[in-house]
């Protein structure tokens, strides 16, 4: 029957979880076995943006929105940066294991669409698996956690799934970044913005700041962020000495997104140690957690992490709510960081709940708590995820750095986080106050809108 529609005929696919669940499906990729930690993401739109984010290395991406693959592919809206390594020039392989969706969808409709999703995944040797109950699935994430799986084309023997399953390793302790980090520094500049983008996308700012970005697996719409916010950049390896980058005399540095276990990335954050309060320093997702770590921090690993475009987080600061775009697994323990400065934290001694304390008290006080940190001075406590009230962003008060832990672009996403790569231009220029800004304005800047005077 489906070789008569334009699913055609597929191979079967199974997926076999840590615990032993197991999930009968279709194949609609690559033919193959792929192990890897399974995750899911909540975004609406957004797949190719998901499938080509670097920060999905050693994962297997389960998509909750039942169709995907409706309006193709167009390989002008891959998230992976020029200098990552992989063996298509300029749009390598992406990084992630695998993918897992309720229904494939093999016909697209979009004019910018030049092929459709299942031949991208089967030419670039990605196993992706349809007609599982995604549904079931992702509450079985939920309830037991994201860990290892998988999925198979071609292996259906439970005995043998299960031994491969066991050999593949964990997620935790292994460093990811190295495998998707540019292996040479490169430049990025205004005149590397892809043409294809014109039609949507605003005329950069003029560079104004000579910016060293730590590409620790960096998306490519991060990448045209900061350019766009006037930023003139030198991309740099993940474990790229402090004096190297100094040497450069950039006006500041960027710490990018990137995957996996941030414990395990210790030449990134030891080089963070020595550059805090040398320049300013912005950094994102893996970057937050670079920069919490040279502060000295604990971190831990989320039951399921964020994923997607939809994550509700409160700027204490403004009292405004982002929803932002997510990628990770893992977050700060904010306690860690030191111990309450009482006539900065309204008046309490003592962190809320202790080490694992749900951060939303702060938010219901309207407080952005302040800590006194053994390394670096008073650091502040400045978003807040609302779903489960972990710490999503600090700024360090007596030296020139702040981080959070989401992406400020929209690849795919809202852009409610714009005015953050408007912050780290704000900071470099001196503005003590760099992180007041009104999002409800900024998060329009760097897009193109229809004349309004033409009828």
Known sequence: MLSKTSKQSSA???????????????????????????????????YFEVL??????????????????????????????????????????????????????????????????????????????????TRALVR??????????IISTEIFDLDE??????????????????????????????????????????????????VVAYDCGIKRGIIEGL?????DLTLVPWNTPAADVLALQPDGVFLSNGPGDPDAVDATYTQVQQLIG???IFGICLGHQMISLACGAEMEKLKFGHRG???????????????????????????????????LSGGETEHPGGLHGDLRFWVERGIAPVVQNECFGRIRLTHVNLNDGTAEGIQLLDQPCFSVQYHPEASPGPTDAHYLFTAFARLMDG????????ISKDRLAGWKFADESVA
């Open 161 to 210: 799934l299960a031994r491969a399953l066991a050999a593949a390793p964990d997620l935790v302790g292994t460093n990811l970044v190295e495998t998707v980090s540019c292996r040479e520094s490169y430049a990025y500049g205004a005149a590397d913005l892809p043409a294809d983008h014109a039609f949507a996308s605003a005329d950069p700012a003029p560079a104004r700041h000579k």
């Open 52 to 133: 080509t984010d670097p920060s999905y290395a050693g994962q297997i991406v389960t998509m909750t929105y039942p169709q995907i693959g409706n309006y193709g592919i167009d390989l002008a809206d891959t998230q992976m940066a020029p200098g990552m390594p992989g063996e298509y020039a300029g749009n390598p392989r992406p990084a992630l294991r695998g993918m897992i969706v309720h229904d494939m969808c093999r016909t697209p409709s979009n004019w910018r669409s030049a092929q459709s999703l299942p031949d991208y995944l089967a030419e670039r040797g990605i196993v992706a698996i349809e007609g599982i109950d």
């Open 431 to 438: 503005d003590p106050d760099y992180l007041n800004i009104d």
């Open 278 to 280: 040398k320049l300013p």
């Open 309 to 343: 475009g939809n994550q509700p987080v409160m700027n204490l600061l403004t009292r405004r709510v982002e929803i932002t775009a997510q990628n990770h697994g893992f977050g700060l323990l904010f306690p860690s960081l030191g111990a309450l400065v009482p006539e």
């Open 12 to 46: 079967p696919g199974i997926l076999m979880l840590a615990d032993g669940t197991v999930f009968y499906g279709r194949a609609c990729g690559a033919a193959g076995t792929s192990t890897g930690e399974v995750c899911f993401n909540t975004s609406l739109e957004g």
């Open 140 to 149: 079985h994430l939920r309830d037991n956690g994201a860990q290892k799986g």
């Open 227 to 231: 350019v766009r916010a006037g930023c």
